[in-house]
């Protein structure tokens, strides 16, 4: 259906039983469709499918957005298909236990990616070594707008990587770092990252074990920030 359709724009196909065959197929078609702009497989043991689903992705220029959460997420395919697809803008990637390993194509993907502007990441394994080297590359990355790492294990060192790229990043414009482990000590590295960026807008860090003087720390930024609008 897909490989003649040129109408169908959003196929949802969360919480079904597709597995590599079934990949296969969605793949194939993908390689050819130019309508469909949002693809979900969201609860979905699709594994080794996402061999044919990267091959996809390097040859559709048409696809946007793409749910990929809770699928037994394989990484060295999809990451190292997005070096070289120019299309997808939106990449959800949620509960897959995604760790330092997997960071390492993330990374090297965002090094070179340009189309890229919104990735969730929610609800994996990153810990502070796998941010360590994804916020180094977002460091010469204009592109990506919105990131989400909430429930990351992310603890101070962690919040001190995201600083650092904070006060050179000039494209995030949302960050969500929620339900991690950040501090105090961390908040503090992050607010001296506000004092001095004039991009982000949006800030979660909510959930984080933060007291009154992470907090006092947040408020002395915003003395010189006025571009933040939300913090939480």
Excluded: W
Aim: aromatic letters at 8%; proline letters at 0%; glycine letters at 6%.
């Amino acid at each position: 259906m897909l490989q003649v359709n040129s109408t169908l724009s959003s196929l949802l196909l969360n919480g079904n039983n597709i597995q590599a065959e079934g990949a296969e197929y969605i793949s194939k078609a993908l390689e050819i469709n130019t309508s469909l702009t949002t693809l979900t497989l969201g609860g979905n043991d699709i594994g080794e499918g996402f061999y044919y689903l990267s091959k996809a992705l390097e040859r559709n220029s048409t696809l946007l957005t793409i749910n990929l959460n809770f699928t037994s997420f394989k990484s060295n395919y999809v990451f190292k298909a997005l070096e070289k697809n120019c299309g997808l803008t939106t990449l959800i990637c949620c509960y897959n236990t995604l760790g330092f390993q997997d960071t390492q194509y993330l990374s090297q993907m965002l090094e070179t990616n340009s189309t890229l502007t919104e990735l969730n990441l929610g609800e994996n394994n990153i810990r502070d070594e796998g941010l360590k080297l994804i916020f180094k590359s977002l460091e010469s990355n204009s592109t990506l707008r919105i990131f989400d790492l909430n429930h990351n294990r992310i603890c101070p060192e962690g919040a001190r990587y995201i600083s650092n790229t904070l006060k050179a990043n000039k494209g995030l414009t949302k960050l969500d770092i929620s339900y991690n482990r950040i501090e105090d000590e961390g908040v503090d590295h992050i607010a001296q990252a506000l004092a001095t960026n004039s991009i982000l807008t949006f800030l979660d860090v909510s959930s984080n074990d933060i007291s009154d003087k992470g907090f006092k720390s947040i408020s002395q930024a915003l003395i010189t920030n006025t571009t933040i609008l939300t913090i939480k």
